[in-house]
């Protein structure tokens, strides 16, 4: 119900409701308790009576901002998660080319991290500004476990392939994976096909259409996961493990799973349901394994970037919005407001002050890993039209239960219609 009203309630808010030049900067944004307090604090500090913020749950939001862009409702400013999800709005002509924007205030270019503004740019072109903290996709693993077996944590594909045979010899499952949730399998896929091939296979089959899953090393990378897979490195109850609590987490956290590969928001969920498993330094974390011949780079991380503001083409309010999000995303409040609430904000040169803020061993080393990426792939489901992504989605819960092989997998993708 409280959805609704929020809906109808910013039937007439757009920019084209009447007014003109005078009218606020209307900006959309998703639902949250401790992000929304900081983006209308950047709202204060910009002028209250310049800009207002409308908020809505994602699923709503999704809807409504489909159906509001390109007509007289359109917010000026716009929440989104860049990559292809951003992509269908820009291929329609209904999102502002920022690119002269960040070419005139070079200082505003550089202070974002490289890889996370690029996740924005869409045939050359910037179109987002990077406004949260980033997500990028990590192995987490139970130290006390790893010390009770003489293990370390892999750092290739052959170490992470020895350390299932350890910890099934130990009664532990080598990895939780909560495989009722496709998302949390998608992470396995990414990153494995990147290893193997490099960013552009899938770049292209983003860029390209379903054609592109006929490229052998979609197939190459498959037969490896699948080889993981059979190996018994997940157990034998993934499928009806979820991620909410009692999950996969809780297997990490008990010591019932050696490790998890999860996004980053992992640590403040642990923090939350298993406190003393964190607070015991229990909690260990590295980054996704090399593989021995992939032309993949080690360095690259897949996950959600980060969110972006983009601006509504043809906005009434369009000078207003671009000096709102040139202003007020890198301001010293504004970083310090997202550090303290536990993001990893894509600014350049906070280093200090994630060492001085909370959780800093965490959150320094959160930084660094995307920091230094060559490349940030955005999560395949983000990236992708979302019919595709769905339907990618189920084929690959029917891969990792073993009902498509690799290639059965690939041909799937690529025929589909």
Not at 70 to 88: C, H, I, R, T, Y
Not at 270 to 279: A, E, G, M, N
Request: one cysteine or more; a negative charge.
């Amino acid at each position: 119900m409280l959805a609704a009203a929020a809906l109808a309630a910013c039937g007439t808010a757009g920019p084209g409701a009447g007014g003109g030049a005078q009218e606020p900067v209307v900006i959309w944004a998703l639902q949250d308790d401790a992000l929304n307090k900081i983006e209308q604090d950047s709202i204060n500090r910009f002028g209250a009576d310049r800009a207002k913020l409308e908020t809505f749950g994602n699923d709503p939001y999704k809807q409504k901002l489909r159906v509001a862009l390109g007509s007289p409702q359109a917010p000026d400013v716009f929440f989104n998660w860049g990559g292809g999800n951003l992509k269908e709005y820009v291929d329609a002509g209904k999102v502002a080319d920022l690119t002269g924007l960040l070419e005139a205030n070079p200082q505003l270019k550089s202070a974002f991290l490289p890889s996370v503004l690029d996740g924005a740019k869409i045939g050359g072109k910037h179109y987002g500004i990077p406004m949260r903290g980033m997500q990028p996709v990590v192995l987490f693993y139970n130290k006390k476990v790893f010390a009770e077996a003489g293990a370390q944590p892999p750092k290739t594909w052959d170490d992470l392939l020895g350390l299932v045979d350890t910890f099934k010899a130990k009664g532990v499952t080598p990895i939780a994976l909560a495989g009722s949730q496709a998302w949390t399998e998608l992470m396995w896929a990414e990153y494995v096909l990147d290893r193997i091939a490099g960013s552009e296979v899938f770049q292209n089959i983003r860029d390209n259409g379903p054609q592109g899953w006929k490229d052998p090393k979609v197939v190459e990378a498959m037969t490896v996961l699948k080889g993981l897979i059979d190996k018994g490195a997940f157990g034998d109850n993934f499928a009806s493990v979820g991620y909410d609590i009692g999950g996969a987490s809780t297997l990490l956290a008990q010591g019932r799973a050696a490790m998890h590969l999860m996004g980053s928001w992992e640590y403040t969920n642990q923090l939350s349901q298993s406190p003393d498993f964190v607070k015991a330094g229990d909690l260990g974390w590295v980054a996704f394994p090399s593989i021995a011949g992939g032309k993949g780079q080690a360095g690259t991380v897949v996950g959600n970037a980060t969110n972006y503001y983009s601006l509504t083409e043809g906005s009434p309010q369009l000078e207003a919005a671009k000096e709102f999000v040139s202003t007020q995303l890198t301001t010293p409040e504004y970083v310090k407001a997202l550090i303290d609430a536990g993001d990893v904000p894509a600014v350049a040169g906070i280093e200090e002050q994630l060492e001085s803020a909370p959780n800093a061993e965490y959150t320094t080393w959160v930084y660094e890993l995307a920091k230094n990426a060559p490349v940030f792939q955005l999560s395949w489901d983000q990236d992708l039209p979302a019919d595709q992504a769905e339907f990618m989605l189920t084929q690959l819960q029917e891969f990792f239960l073993g009902n498509l092989t690799p290639q059965a997998f690939a041909d799937s993708l690529a025929n589909r219609a």
